[in-house]
């Protein structure tokens, strides 16, 4: 999934940047990730104190790291992830589906049967024709989401969702419990798309005009009972909602409540502190602690609480392969030879904060490869800029954004550029219009700061979407490098044709590695999560699948009478 990482920010800012960034398989912590809280007792109320905002309640909408997670606590998929840290927490497992799903006509035909006793809040059922209804909701022109419904699902050009349109043939309801997709062509990781929020059921008939921003249907543990947008959110027990239903969420707190508005350095402050009911409190969203607060959590005490892992991400640097010598691979790569991406890391706050990059998927995905093509030697890099005929220097534009972390980013690489008589010029582009900007390819310049987290723990969302090259397009542009690499596009499709999955994975690795060989990016960081849960969290750990934020369906608190 597309989603902005730490680096980027929290909130989604365009469509270049959508958010389904799920993690991968790999350890969601650099100290043991799982934290070393107990089981949650039962009830109490578990406060998160936010800087923004959700992006929208109504998951037809929503579509980004920390709203998915909040997701999981009202609604529920056919599949969803697992709970539990590292590995545990991506796994795909069944959620209304008795299993995964059968495949069927080389896995473009998939059935599912959902499980008994399933109702949504208002006691309405849960059957196949509001799993239907809900997933036909991702074609009506006023939503938006994830990309997956539309581009896996066969349904007509001119289809506009239920709404206008009517039902949409491709998913059959032959009973109240079975319901069976028809999809464009083969796709074996079917299981993982429908763990995207845009495949929530809802009751049919419901949910236009943006209804559910502000009064969303629940089908999960709990459901909303008050929310002041901008301001603050409540969730309730959802007493329709069956524990024996459900094997991922615990639903151990009472209630969730959320205060929306507050700066970094005021939760930072807070948490620290643990004053009256925030020792019940979580930071919201990926929840990183401020660079300034590290030289305060020294104690024992904070160091007990201390949460790391990583976000699930990568940080990178796009070359625009189109413009002038950076056409020329010997010129990427001297440039990817020539960063020290130990000053990047120092950059972003240090060793705690953010890890060297060296492959392009970060280290939660499954199936990665670890590798290094271009270790840190300005010497390589005079060598490849001589052999292309342009050691006497040239000047680069360098897209990016205002923040201090970003602009300390772009700084260090401007200086690691000038031994080698390239100069670059650091064009700020404002937060709110960045990724616009830069999805435009008449706006592109010759270099991007950016990021990209995947949707779930596979490289399927994370290489194709950039470096396909037959998925540039003018506007909302994710292949920011604009490769257009004809053995690469073969290959994207000759894994996406692979049935068995893990083989699919191993061979996304194999090609993450193909792929820096043309040195279209430079991977720069793998940015990490570094959480202090309030001391009277239980049940708290990481997860990359929601950038590496705690995993809202687990926790709880230690003492509910607190």
């Known amino acids: 999934m597309r989603r902005p990482t730490v680096l980027t920010g929290i909130t989604v800012l365009s469509t270049l940047m959508l958010a389904a960034c799920t993690g991968g398989a790999g350890t969601t912590s650099d100290k043991g990730g799982a934290g070393s809280s107990p089981t949650p007792a039962t009830g109490g109320t578990v406060r998160i104190l936010a800087d923004a905002d959700f992006s929208h309640l109504d998951p037809g909408l929503g579509f980004d790291g920390g709203v998915n997670n909040f997701y999981r606590l009202i ?146 543990p709990y459901k909303v009972a008050s929310y002041e947008h901008g301001t603050s959110l409540k969730l309730v027990r959802n007493p329709q909602w069956k524990s024996s239903t459900d094997k991922v969420r615990a639903a151990k707190p009472d209630a969730f409540e959320w205060t929306f508005g507050l700066d970094g350095a005021t939760i930072d402050e807070r948490l620290l502190a643990g004053q009256g009911t925030d020792v019940d409190a979580i930071a919201g969203n990926a929840g990183t602690i401020q660079p300034a607060t590290l030289s305060r959590i020294q104690t024992p005490q904070l160091k007990a609480r201390t949460m790391s892992g990583y976000a699930g991400c990568t940080t990178y640097m796009g070359t625009n392969t189109t413009r002038g010598h950076l056409s020329d691979p010997r010129v990427r790569k001297a440039i990817a030879y020539a960063i020290d991406k130990n000053t990047v890391v120092a950059a972003l706050g240090g060793s705690r904060l953010a890890a060297k990059a060296t492959a392009i998927q970060p280290p939660t995905i499954r199936g990665r490869t670890d590798y290094d093509l271009y270790p840190h030697s300005v010497d390589k890099a005079r060598k490849l800029l001589a052999e292309a005929g342009v050691s006497g220097g040239f000047t680069l534009t360098l897209d990016n954004r205002p923040d201090p972390k970003n602009t300390a980013v772009a700084v260090a690489i401007q200086e690691a550029l000038k031994p080698l008589n390239i100069k670059v010029k650091i064009n700020t582009i404002d937060t709110s219009t960045y990724y616009e900007v830069i999805g435009t390819t008449a706006k592109q310049h010759d270099l991007a700061v950016t990021g990209w987290c995947p949707d779930w723990a596979s490289g399927s969302t994370f290489l194709p979407p950039l470096f396909d090259g037959r998925r540039i397009t003018p506007t909302a542009n994710t292949n920011l490098a604009q490769l257009d690499n004809e053995a690469i596009n073969k290959r994207i499709d000759e894994i996406a044709a692979m049935k068995d999955v893990n083989a699919a994975n191993k061979a996304y690795g194999a090609l993450d590695k193909q792929i820096m060989a043309e040195a279209p990016i430079i991977p720069l960081a793998y940015e990490k999560a570094l959480l202090i849960p309030g001391a009277n969290i239980a049940g708290a750990y990481l997860s990359a699948s929601f950038s590496g934020g705690i995993d809202l369906v687990s926790i709880g608190l230690k003492d509910s009478g607190k």
């Open 75 to 220: 609604y529920r998929g056919l599949t969803t992830v697992g709970a539990g840290p590292g590995a545990e927490g991506t796994k795909i497992v069944p959620d209304l589906a008795t299993d995964t799903g059968t495949p069927s006509d080389n896995a473009k035909t998939w059935t599912y049967h959902l499980k008994d006793d399933l109702a949504f809040e208002d006691g309405t059922p849960i059957d196949s024709a509001a799993v239907k209804f809900g997933i036909e909701r991702a074609w009506d022109p006023e939503m938006g989401g994830s990309p997956y419904p539309k581009e896996l699902i066969e349904a007509p050009a001119d289809y506009k969702g239920p709404y206008q349109s009517g039902g949409l043939d491709s998913i059959e309801t032959p009973d109240a419990k079975t319901v069976v997709f028809h999809l464009k062509k083969s796709f074996p990781d079917f299981p993982s798309a429908l763990t995207m929020p845009n495949f929530t059921p809802f009751p049919k008939g419901t949910g236009a005009k943006h209804a559910f921003d502000t009064k969303p249907i629940a089908s999960g």
